[in-house]
């Protein structure tokens, strides 16, 4: 589990301006008791593990963990989703628009159309997170 969390820690850093810890070995367990993360198989992590933890992460900075995981349950619900392509459409969400509000300070721009509604719950709670990253980093040259 520790190379997880520095692994995870790692990857994650440059959205942390403030000394608080990102991920830590209670936590994963904490997430695993509350049914946010599968528990490991023999002690081993899958991709699909690092996947969910790498969400929570990032979700933790805006939302509590009950809401994480009702979150994570809309998403399971799609027909058709798995996990990669969850992942994914996050990652790409989360990419876009944390390069739009670095760069120009929102996210005006950014016009999509949703395929659904759960699309645009996405996307507003990445908008929510992203927004979150940029006070935290603007407020600190302050």
């Known amino acids: 589990m520790d190379q997880v969390v520095l ?3 790692q990857k994650l850093e440059p959205l942390y301006f403030n000394q ?3 991920l830590t070995n209670s936590m994963v367990n904490n997430y695993v008791k509350n049914s946010i993360v599968d528990p490991p198989v023999k002690k081993h992590y899958t991709s699909k ?4 933890l790498i969400v929570v992460c990032i979700l933790k900075r ?3 963990l009950s809401e994480i995981a009702g979150l994570i349950d809309i ?5 058709g989703s798995n996990y990669k392509a969850a992942y994914d459409k996050f990652s790409t969400y989360f990419e876009i628009y944390l390069h739009e509000v670095m760069r120009k ?7 999509s159309k949703y395929h659904s509604k759960e699309e645009e719950l996405l996307c507003n709670v990445v ?3 992203v927004l979150k990253i940029y006070t935290e980093y603007y407020l600190l040259d302050q």
């Open 7 to 9: 692994w995870i820690t």
């Open 105 to 111: 300070g929102n996210l005006d721009s950014i016009h």
């Open 62 to 64: 805006c939302y509590t």
């Open 127 to 129: 908008s929510s997170i």
């Open 20 to 22: 608080e810890k990102i």
């Open 49 to 52: 593990h690092l996947a969910y």
């Open 75 to 79: 998403q399971a619900k799609i027909p």
